[in-house]
C-alpha cells in the first residue's frame, strides 16, 4: 500500500514534494529508493523497514498537522477503490461484508504488517471495533491511514455513511490501537 499512497501523493502534491519526503532519510535508507521514480522507486509487493517509512509519515504529518488524519482520509478516499478494482480485488472479494472483514482482517493485516496483532469485532448491529495490539512499528499517521482504509473498504462494501472514532491510541499512551467505525447504507 506505500506505494500506492506514494502515486497518490506524486498527483496530488506533485512529484517534487514526493522527492522531499526522502530528504530525513538515513543514508542507508536513502539507498532503498529512488527520487527520480513515480512513488521514489516503491514496489507494491515489497516490505520496507521503519527506517524509510516512519521519517517519510513523519514529513507527512508535520505538513498536515493532527498526525496527518486529513491526508489518511483523502489519500484513502481515491486510493482503496482503486486498489479493491485492481491488485487487491480477489482479497476485497473475500472481505465484502462486515461479517468476513471482522472474520479475516488479522490474516489480512499480517499480509502488510510484521508487528502487531489486528482483530475486529462487531459489537452491534452498525458498529464495529477494530483493535491492533503489539503494534511495535506504530505511527501515528500509519494509524491514521489503517482507520480511513477499513473506512473506506466499508464504504466500497455499500456502506456509505460511516464515522470513525479513535477510542485509544498508543500514541497517545494507550495499551492498543482501537477504533470505533459506526456504518449503515
Known amino acids: 500500500m506505500v506505494r500506492e499512497l506514494l502515486l497518490w501523493h506524486d498527483r496530488r502534491f506533485g512529484h517534487e514534494e514526493t522527492a522531499r519526503l526522502a530528504s530525513g532519510l538515513s543514508p542507508d535508507a536513502l539507498a532503498r529508493v529512488d527520487t527520480s521514480q513515480p512513488a521514489l522507486g516503491i514496489l507494491s509487493a515489497t516490505w520496507y ?3 524509510v517509512t516512519h521519517p517519510m509519515m513523519d514529513a507527512v504529518a508535520a505538513r498536515g498537522g493532527n498526525e ?4 489518511a482520509m483523502q ?3 481515491e486510493v482503496v477503490p482503486r486498489m479493491i ?7 476485497f472479494d473475500v472481505v465484502a461484508s462486515p461479517e468476513n472483514y471482522a472474520r479475516h482482517v488479522g490474516r489480512l493485516w499480517r499480509r502488510l504488517h510484521t508487528t502487531g496483532e489486528r482483530s475486529m469485532v462487531l459489537r452491534a448491529p452498525g458498529e464495529a471495533v477494530s483493535r491492533i495490539d ?4 506504530h505511527h501515528p499517521l500509519a494509524c491514521w491511514l489503517t482507520i480511513y482504509t477499513m473506512a473506506y473498504v466499508f464504504d466500497a462494501m455499500g ?3 460511516w ?3 479513535r477510542l485509544t491510541c498508543v500514541a497517545h499512551g494507550g495499551e492498543r490501537c482501537e ?3 459506526r456504518f449503515k447504507k
Do not use: D
Not at 478494482?85 to 482479497?91: I, K, P
Open 49 to 51: 523497514p521503519m527506517s
Open 68 to 71: 496527518g488524519r486529513e491526508f
Open 75 to 77: 489519500a484513502n478516499r
Open 85 to 91: 478494482r485492481g491488485v487487491y480485488r480477489t482479497m
Open 134 to 137: 503489539g503494534w511495535t512499528g
Open 159 to 161: 456502506y456509505r455513511h
Open 163 to 165: 464515522t470513525v472514532e
Open 179 to 181: 477504533t470505533l467505525l
